[in-house]
């Protein structure tokens, strides 16, 4: 049962890292003071609990949460690509000004499309909610009193992207515009979410965790109601974006750990 378990552990920590790090890019360039809060603060939660499963992991005998964050190659990581994606608008094609020493945070403050991140972290957070909330009765007692630990969070982040997502489309045309180009756009990987995997069948047959395909249900019945309710358009031809669960990572994820890794890399054996 290990490698099943510690497989899925790896999957959990290394999605709530990759888009806490992703949501830690918009700190200071929130379109609102509230919102650059509120995204702060989800980044904030969401690497906390990557780091209790790679404590986790730790106590299962693999390496260290600092080895595991910061010295693993894309390839190691088992993140689902919606967590990974760059959020950059339709104008990303123009030159990029030199604004700090930060390439990354210098293309985002000229072309950085928030309402893509708004929608990922909508679609990621009704995820997090289904999947906790089911591995909160998890056999796996030491996941399970974390999970319940976490699910107080988990609830402000959806309570956050449900207010948002009712609001946006419904203020003006641009806002559902902005909105639907967002949903169309990561509507594949938001499904990416819920990839198979060769452990689902032992995991729901010991009662860990339910397979996939149940907990995409579930994600679907919990998203699609708020979509309709706001007049925006569910993509209905769209294929889920496969391959992250196998370390098979798109482009960016290479530059997003060459930022994230940057400074431990530098001098890995520094004491800080």
């Known amino acids: 049962m290990n490698p099943a378990i510690i497989d899925l552990l790896y999957r959990l920590a290394d999605d709530g890292l990759i888009i806490g790090h992703r949501n830690s890019e918009w700190t200071g360039l929130g379109p609102i003071l509230e919102e650059d809060i509120a995204f702060s603060s989800v980044a904030q939660d969401k690497m906390g609990h990557a780091l209790a499963i790679y404590n986790l992991l730790h ?17 190691e ?46 679609f990621f957070s009704e995820a997090d909610s289904v999947r906790f909330n089911a591995l909160a009765n998890s056999t796996f007692e030491p996941l399970a009193i974390l999970v319940r630990k976490f699910r107080g969070e988990i609830k ?17 045309l641009e806002g559902r515009s902005r909105i639907q180009k967002a949903v169309d756009t990561l509507w594949p990987h938001a499904l990416g979410l ?23 249900e579930q ?26 669960r196998a370390g098979k990572h798109l ?20 004491k800080w």
Not at 156 to 166: I, N, V
Not at 219 to 244: D, Q
Request: glycine share 6%.
């Open 77 to 122: 990581f088992r993140n689902c690509s919606l967590v990974a994606l760059e959020c950059f608008s339709e104008t990303d094609a123009a030159s990029t000004p030199s604004l700090r020493n930060n390439p990354t945070r210098d293309r985002l403050v000229s072309h950085g499309d928030w309402s893509l991140a708004l929608v990922r972290q909508f």
């Open 219 to 244: 994600w679907r019945s919990e998203v699609e109601p708020i979509l309709r309710e706001t007049g925006v358009h569910i993509p209905t031809t769209a294929a889920p974006v496969y391959g992250g």
């Open 156 to 172: 402000y982040h959806t309570l956050h992207g449900r207010t948002m997502m009712r609001r946006l489309p419904a203020a003006t």
């Open 251 to 270: 482009t960016e994820m290479v530059s997003l750990l060459s930022d994230m890794q940057k400074v431990a890399r530098m001098d890995p054996d520094a």
């Open 59 to 75: 106590e299962l005998g693999e390496p260290a949460p600092d080895q595991l964050a910061f010295f693993r190659d894309a390839a």
């Open 194 to 216: 819920f990839e198979p995997t060769r452990y689902d069948k032992q995991l729901s047959d010991a009662g860990i965790c339910p397979g996939e395909s149940v907990l995409c």
